[in-house]
């Protein structure tokens, strides 16, 4: 066992001049190569995690960004002064962005009443709510898929390792070595990088996801009290003037 502790130090004490001569991208080079080829799958697993968060992060951000209150605050103000065709127009603007299609499916029905509203606005809901949340539960699963993926690397380049303490002549035992020791622990490094990118990106966009996701339902449910409001209203002016 010390033999080999022994080795295994002379191994990592030659290697680290040399890695102190390389250039940042010749040791990136270097790191894949040693790696094996698991490196690779593991580069095409992060490649897609990446798109996977650029898309959600172009869509909830800037696609579906929008402030709600100065939007909700121009809505009830027509609403309110009984303009609903001008307040349909400026939701059917938006109508692009969740909270904007919501708040249009609810105004088109604003004369049928308070059940065809919250009907309306439900269904509108449920329809918007996927493409709020679509794909971020990916990320969870690439981490997985990733360490899993650099666990076998790992293992291969382990199994490289005890190859190198059988009977080989001396001089090919430290390359041996090396090699199995770079394998094994470039694939864990790589592989646990990966799973910690996909977890932050996860984190961030399903809490993002879901302050959006939440404003939108708080704003339809005020839509449908403003509108019901809005109506008993009218109502009650009717009878009066009755």
Not at 33 to 60: H, I, Q, S
Not at 174 to 180: E, M, P, R, T, V
Request: hydrophobic residues 50%; charged residues 15%.
């Amino acid at each position: 066992m010390i033999p080999m502790m022994s080795e295994l130090a002379d191994v990592v004490m030659s290697a680290a001049p040399a890695a102190e001569q390389l250039g940042l991208m010749d040791q990136g080079i270097k790191f894949f190569k040693d790696g094996g080829p698991f490196m690779f799958v593991n580069l095409f697993w992060l490649a897609v995690a990446l798109g996977v968060a650029a898309e959600r992060v172009y869509t909830l951000m800037f696609k579906f960004n929008m402030n709600p209150k100065p939007y909700m605050d121009q809505i009830t103000q027509l609403v309110m002064t009984g303009h609903l065709d001008r307040a349909a127009k400026v939701a059917a603007s938006a109508s692009q962005k969740p909270l904007g299609k919501v708040v249009s499916a609810g105004l088109k029905r604003a004369n049928r009443g308070e059940i065809e509203v919250a009907k309306a606005v439900e269904e509108a809901l449920v329809e918007a709510s996927p493409a709020i949340t679509v794909r971020i539960p990916w990320l969870w699963s690439f981490a997985n898929v990733a360490t899993l993926v650099g666990l076998v690397g790992t293992i291969f380049g382990l199994i490289g390792t005890f190859q190198a303490l059988g009977n080989v002549p001396a001089e090919q035992k430290q390359a041996l070595l090396s090699d199995g020791i770079s394998k094994a622990m470039n694939n864990t490094a790589f592989a646990l990088t990966i799973a910690v990118i996909c977890i932050v990106l996860h984190l961030i966009l399903s809490t993002y996801s879901k302050s959006m996701l939440e404003a939108v339902e708080l704003n339809a449910l005020r839509l449908e009290n403003m509108l019901s409001r809005k109506a008993s209203g009218e109502a009650d002016a009717r009878g009066a003037v009755g």
